[in-house]
């Protein structure tokens, strides 16, 4: 028997870039475009009548704006979204507001005049529709939980904890540090970003936690209460010199197909700080930062791994549990608590692979 399509809506006021988006998304078979829209009206309607699996979603489109429309469909009619939009700074911003209100991910508006980037897109597009397609987008999380941390939570211990996410990991981030409390942790975190967007993460970050929060720039001194996120297009590590920790930005290989990779940041974290480490792998699609969390675990530093009812995507952290990366396996909305009784209890020096 022949597998039930997944129905996808395009909402883009171009009607260039709806033709391109349908045939990129129409050349795989197990894919179907059930309608085109060119604003928030039509959109709200055809979602109403036909259902879709999935909406991809322009950062922009006239009268009410892409993002208003998210807000009311994410209350209404939960739907996996991939945002549309034009790597630009200002879109940037936008893009993340909207990762904020539910959606799933995003891809860049198509070069319609560059033939094997083309290629490249298609493949790219089609691949995201049918994560999307599958995601769990019933893990809203509950802001009214998040807080700043108190002052008994302000423990005099001050530690490294490296993060790694995907796909769903802006707004998994963006909470666990809203929870974290900054005076007992510097952080070092790889986001499977591109270049244009991980400046806007990072000051939104910045503005949203207690959290000091940089885009590294390599040669910075790891201090408490400050957050280093890798820059997109470029991989992180952290290197001890004369005792301290410094961050170091490098171009090489894609690692896991990716740049920033989550496993070098790991690989660096087993190595340079081990026991003493801390480290959590949350929603992604792939597999990167598995094999680094299990280098950190198997050097007795303490690792977390989200547990699949509150990832987005369940693909990075089941290959970490599936390895046996994890110390824990956690709810987002526990793992703050998870690494403050960690700091309570002291630490093996022997085999702490719980």
């Known amino acids: ?61 006239p009268q009410v704006n892409g993002l208003r429309f998210l807000e009311v469909l994410m209350k209404s009619k939960p739907t996996p979204v991939v945002m549309i939009s034009t790597l630009t700074k200002a879109n940037a911003d936008t893009t993340l507001q909207a990762l904020e209100l539910g959606a799933i991910d995003y891809i860049a508006k198509p070069q319609l005049n560059q033939k094997e980037m083309f290629l490249r897109y298609r493949k790219m597009v089609i691949k995201k529709i049918h994560m999307a397609a599958a995601c769990n987008i019933a893990t809203g999380i509950d802001r009214q939980t998040s807080k700043k941390p108190s002052a008994q939570e302000s423990l005099s211990t001050n530690r490294v904890l490296a993060i790694g996410a995907s796909t769903g990991g802006t707004e998994a981030i963006n909470y666990l540090l809203g929870q974290l409390p900054s005076t007992n942790f510097a952080l070092l975190i790889v986001q499977h970003m591109p ?22 720039k390599g040669g910075e001194l790891v201090r408490p209460g400050v957050a280093y996120l890798a820059p997109g297009d470029f991989h992180m590590r952290v290197v ?18 990716h740049r920033p990779s989550v496993d070098v ?8 700080i081990g026991r003493h480490a801390f480290a959590t792998l949350l929603t992604g699609m792939g597999k990167d930062g598995a094999r680094g969390l299990k280098k950190i675990k198997n050097a007795g530093g303490f690792t977390v791994v989200q547990d699949e009812a509150s990832c987005v995507v369940y693909g990075m952290p089941r290959v970490a549990v599936e390895m046996g990366a994890a110390s824990v396996i956690s709810p987002l909305n526990n793992i703050k608590e998870t690494f403050i009784e960690r700091l309570r209890s002291p630490i093996k020096r022997n085999t702490d692979n719980v």
Do not use: C, H, W
């Open 265 to 272: 940041l790991f690989n660096s974290v087993a190595e340079e």
């Open 240 to 257: 001890r010199s004369n005792n301290q920790l410094y961050t170091e930005i490098f171009k090489a290989e894609k690692v896991a197909g």
């Open 1 to 61: 028997m022949q597998s039930k399509k997944i129905k996808v809506l395009i909402v883009d006021d171009s009607i260039s870039i709806q033709k391109v988006l349908q045939e990129v998304i129409e050349s795989d078979p197990g894919l179907e475009v059930v309608g085109t829209a060119s604003d928030a009206f039509e959109a709200k309607q055809m979602v109403k009548d036909l259902s879709p699996d999935v909406i991809t979603l322009d950062v922009e489109i």
């Open 195 to 216: 270049a244009g967007f991980t400046s806007a993460f990072a000051s939104r970050l910045d503005r949203t936690t207690d959290f000091t929060v940089v885009e590294a």
